[in-house]
């Protein structure tokens, strides 16, 4: 039985950070995704993941990313990118975290995040306002480990008093999924807001996956989201005031299907 729900906050509560990183790789003539490769390699020990853990400062940080990108015959000063973190709220997400929270699961935030990175005073409002709604908040740069380390998913369900499989973890990251998932999580890669309130909302007591429109088997029929959380209790969260199926929702008929699903 799943007792608690577990987020993401950059790409899940908030939109991702990716889109500002390929605005400035067009605007500045870089190849498209470079950011995410100088962050993709050694990605265990490089500057990003010693800045999330806090063993760095945003300074050094600035001078190590830029001589790892330098390296990728890019030079890119981490100042610019940190500069590109700040990503809008997704209310659709918040509503359906509050939903959640109301339906009596336990919620969790789990943030590879850095010291000090929300700098305006109405952003940081925001953020508090949002973050008090979590029963925990896993932050990298105050524990000292990372998504994917293993030991950071054990912090959250200690902190939250669950074991692994009675939980859902929702990231966009599959990179973080992954641990998650060994360990018994039922996992979401979250795409979209509407794909992820369609996942949630299509899992059910005991399912070990929720129904992605990816998994589908070829000859599988179309039933529609509501068939599908009939008999869930996850089944009655949906986006206020907006349509069950439409324009961005997986449509589980097949994978040759021409709507948005694939």
């Known amino acids: 039985m799943k007792k608690a729900v577990l987020w993401d906050f950059g790409g899940v509560i908030l939109s991702s950070p990716f889109e500002a990183f390929n605005r400035?790789?067009?605007?500045?003539?870089?190849?498209t995704d470079f950011i995410r490769s100088v962050n993709a390699t050694n990605p265990h020990h490089n500057a990003w993941a010693h800045l999330e853990r806090g063993?760095?400062?945003?300074?050094?940080?600035?001078?190590?990313?830029?001589?790892?990108?330098?390296?990728?015959?890019?030079?890119?000063?981490?100042?610019?990118?940190?500069?590109?973190?700040?990503?809008?709220?997704r209310p659709d997400m918040v509503d359906l975290l509050d939903q959640v929270k109301a339906a009596g699961y336990k919620v969790a935030c789990?943030?590879?995040?850095?010291?000090g990175e929300h700098v305006t005073s109405e952003r940081t409002a925001t953020i508090i306002e949002i973050m008090a709604r979590f029963d925990v908040v896993v932050e990298s740069s105050k524990v000292g480990v990372r998504k994917p380390e293993p030991r950071f998913y054990e912090i959250a369900c200690e902190m939250l008093g669950v074991q692994p499989d009675e939980c859902i973890f929702l990231d966009d990251l599959g990179i973080n999924l992954k641990?998650?998932?060994?360990?018994?999580?039922?996992?979401?890669?979250?795409?979209?807001?509407?794909?992820?309130?369609?996942d949630l909302s299509a899992l059910r007591p005991?399912?070990?996956?929720?129904?992605?429109?990816t998994q589908v088997t070829a000859r599988q029929p179309y039933?529609?989201?509501?068939?599908?959380?009939?008999?869930?209790?996850?089944?009655?969260?949906?986006?206020s005031?907006?349509?069950?199926?439409?324009?961005?929702?997986?449509?589980?008929r097949w994978r040759g299907c021409r709507c948005r699903c694939g």
């Open 24 to 31: 400035y790789e067009a605007e500045h003539g870089l190849p």
């Open 55 to 89: 063993d760095i400062t945003a300074q050094q940080f600035d001078e190590e990313f830029a001589d790892e990108s330098d390296a990728l015959g890019h030079r890119v000063g981490g100042g610019d990118v940190l500069a590109l973190l700040a990503g809008y709220v």
């Open 110 to 115: 789990l943030t590879n995040n850095i010291a």
């Open 179 to 198: 641990p998650a998932a060994a360990m018994g999580m039922t996992t979401i890669k979250v795409l979209t807001a509407e794909q992820a309130i369609t």
């Open 206 to 213: 005991g399912r070990s996956k929720p129904r992605h429109s």
């Open 223 to 239: 039933r529609g989201v509501r068939a599908l959380g009939r008999r869930s209790g996850l089944g009655r969260f949906r986006p």
């Open 241 to 252: 005031g907006r349509r069950v199926l439409g324009r961005g929702w997986p449509c589980y």
